[in-house]
């Protein structure tokens, strides 16, 4: 595989649930981002890790949970989602932070 | 605080040029992205400017201007393809926040 990875491709979850999502990079990318997309809103920058240490956390409430193991891997981990928080999640890596990044196709998230 | 300022929809026809641009008010500015972004799928990367001036690669080419806070987007040669939406970025305060604006629908019309 090459490129950026996400999966699930859609997740419908409960408010009482958790789930997790997750991110791989077949890049040797050394940053992984995670952002998330609203209808009709900007892409909001929710966190940055670098070298798997969490260097960004852009204000996001705790029912967000990051997790970085190496590199190459990021994970979103979730409970208690409000239905607001139905958007898709947009996983992203880049090499330095200088280049463009490449992102993943997303998961679609709806809270029920 | 940051803002960015893109149209929200533009129209143009197949075979013909358009521009489109992209105000900023930032502080730090550290250089500024375009991604295209097709309904349903994630945004690729188009260019990237940090100097002055006119960056060309293929039928896209992207300008910007520091001191005016401003760059634009310009398609050559319109295909039915480039319909989508066009995300301009700017990265400050440091190489790790980056900053989307909106994104502008672009629809082309045969």
């Known amino acids: 595989e090459t490129g950026v990875t996400q999966t699930p491709r859609h997740l419908v979850m409960g408010m009482t649930n958790k789930k997790s999502l997750k991110c791989e990079q077949h890049?040797?990318?050394?940053?992984m981002y995670w952002y998330k997309q609203s209808a009709k809103k900007p892409l909001e920058l929710m966190f940055v890790y670098n070298f798997k240490e969490q260097t960004e956390n852009n204000s996001v409430p705790s029912r967000f949970s990051p997790e970085c193991p190496n590199s190459s891997h990021l994970f979103l981990h979730l409970h208690t989602l409000q239905p607001e928080d139905s958007a898709l999640y947009l996983c992203?890596?880049?090499?330095?932070?200088?280049?463009?990044?490449?992102f993943g196709s997303g998961t679609r998230l709806t809270v029920v | 605080g940051q803002n960015i300022d893109q149209p929200t929809e533009m129209t143009a026809t197949e075979g013909a040029i358009v521009q489109i641009n992209c105000t900023y008010q930032?502080?730090?500015?550290?250089?500024l992205f375009w991604y295209q972004q097709h309904a349903g799928e994630a945004p690729t990367f188009l260019s990237y400017n940090v100097l002055d001036g006119l960056e060309e690669k293929g039928r896209f080419s992207s300008f910007l201007s520091r001191s005016k806070g401003y760059s634009y987007l310009l398609l050559k040669e319109l295909q039915m393809k480039d319909s989508a939406s066009y995300l301009c970025a700017v990265r400050s305060g440091g190489y790790q926040k980056v900053t989307f604006g909106t994104g502008t629908k672009l629809q082309v019309i045969p």
């Open positions: 890049l040797g990318h050394n940053a």
């Open positions: 930032t502080s730090g500015f550290n250089g």
């Open positions: 992203a890596s880049s090499q330095d932070h200088q280049d463009g990044y490449t």
